[in-house]
């Protein structure tokens, strides 16, 4: 079954350290986003890329980085330069030029302690 | 930048009881989504609108596309407890264009 795959669900981590989130579609979908979503919060974008090794930054971009060297992966670093990492991060993807809307993944829950 | 507007945000409500929410936006939209997300899940697509007028059912969900395109709505009737969640909107101008989120409405159901 095709889906898109975030791991792992919940992570640790000590406040000072880069920490990287997995993202992995095998939907074959062009496009793929990252969000941050905060108790009783909407969702806020941080990065996108409608193609492999390029990308865009969202609305709250600072403190983040990704790459896109492959179509099916995503991956989100979060950097000691993230004032307040602790947040529930959302990975989505889509095929470009669509109405279909976006597929999610289920979620990393970061927190830093 | 576009905003979407959604309420109410939040609904207290008894089993059995019909929901109603909606989005409004300061511009069009040519597509509108309705997403819920279950507690500590990625939120899954639940009504797919693509044309102003449109009323679109998905069992007992019914979600409508506004006439002047800057409004969608969704009801949900006779609720249930696993219709808790957190219920966004979600609009999109064209198809190149990312989508615009709302802000959410969180539902509670009461047994």
């Known amino acids: 079954d095709g889906g898109i795959t975030q791991s792992p669900k919940y992570l640790f981590r000590k406040e000072g350290q880069n920490v990287t989130l997995s993202c992995e579609q095998n939907l074959n979908h062009d496009a793929m986003y990252w969000y941050r979503q905060d108790p009783g919060q909407g969702l806020r974008l941080i990065y996108y890329?409608?193609?492999?090794?390029?990308?865009q930054k969202g609305d709250i971009a600072e403190g983040y980085s990704v790459s896109r060297e492959k179509k099916e992966s995503f991956p989100l670093t979060v950097t000691s330069a993230q004032k307040n990492p602790t947040a529930f991060y959302l990975c989505?993807?889509?095929?470009?030029?669509?109405?279909?809307?976006?597929?999610f993944g289920s979620g990393t829950r970061l927190t830093v302690v | 930048g576009q905003q979407l507007n959604q309420s109410p945000q939040s609904m207290f409500i008894q089993e059995g009881e019909d929901v109603s929410m909606n989005c409004t936006s300061s511009?069009?939209?040519?597509?509108w989504l309705w997403y819920k997300q279950d507690p500590g899940e990625g939120p899954v697509l639940l009504i797919a609108l693509y044309k102003a007028g449109e009323l679109t059912s998905n069992g007992r969900l019914t979600a409508q596309f506004g006439i002047t395109r800057k409004d969608s709505f969704l009801n949900i009737s006779a609720s249930i407890p696993s219709d808790v969640g957190i219920y966004f909107c979600?609009?999109?101008?064209?198809?190149?264009?990312?989508?615009?989120f709302g802000e959410g409405t969180q539902l509670t159901v009461n047994p």
């Open positions: 989505a993807s889509s095929i470009w030029g669509s109405r279909d809307g976006y597929t």
């Open positions: 890329s409608q193609i492999v090794n390029d990308f």
């Open positions: 979600a609009g999109q101008l064209s198809v190149f264009s990312r989508l615009t």
């Open positions: 511009s069009i939209f040519n597509t």
